[in-house]
């Protein structure tokens, strides 16, 4: 299983600290995981400027009629699509079937992203990556989606 490596508590958020979810280290807990950073695979150093999907989403960016910029503007969309094929690359290699992915990412969200103005703008759509893993048959999941999943499990 896939999982967004600051989830864990790994330091490679944009601004170079964690994202760590208790939840989702409990309900994978003895399960195999595959932490991952799309930008980071990507080249994007760590710590990072914002960067957001300007012109659609993440599908959009697949079919070059979107970008994702920095804050300052730097087109960094090569990128984004080089850490979505390396993270589909580990994916495949694993046979993962899941991805527990990072909201709001322009990179990893399964469920929406900011719209590219950087106003705090979110939108429907999935991130870069997620929607390369979703092509290939990967089902997404936030950690929201997972707890919940895993309680309907209990009961």
């Given amino acids: 299983m896939i999982v967004s490596g ?3 508590g790994i330091n490679c958020a944009y601004d170079g600290s964690g994202r760590f979810d208790a939840n989702v280290v409990e309900l994978l807990d003895k399960r195999t995981i595959i932490p991952v950073c799309p930008e980071q695979l990507g080249g994007l150093p760590t710590p ?16 070059k009629k979107a970008r994702v910029v920095s804050e300052t503007g730097e087109d960094v969309t090569d990128n984004f699509l080089r850490g979505a094929k390396e993270t589909l690359k580990i994916a495949e290699r694993f046979n993962c ?8 990412s322009p990179s990893c ?17 999935l991130g870069v990556t997620a929607k390369t893993l ?3 048959g990967i089902l997404l999941f936030t950690s929201n989606e997972l707890q919940a999943q895993d309680e309907q499990t209990k009961t």
Avoid: N
Avoid at 97 to 104: E, P
Avoid at 111 to 123: L, N, P, Q, W
């Fill in 6 to 8: 600051c989830l864990l």
């Fill in 48 to 63: 990072r400027l914002p960067c957001e999907i300007r012109g659609g989403t993440g599908e959009d960016v697949l079919e």
């Fill in 97 to 104: 079937q899941w991805a527990i992915l990072k909201r709001k």
């Fill in 109 to 125: 969200s399964p469920d929406g992203h900011y719209d590219g103005t950087f106003a705090g703008e979110f939108v429907e759509g």
């Fill in 134 to 136: 979703q092509l290939q």
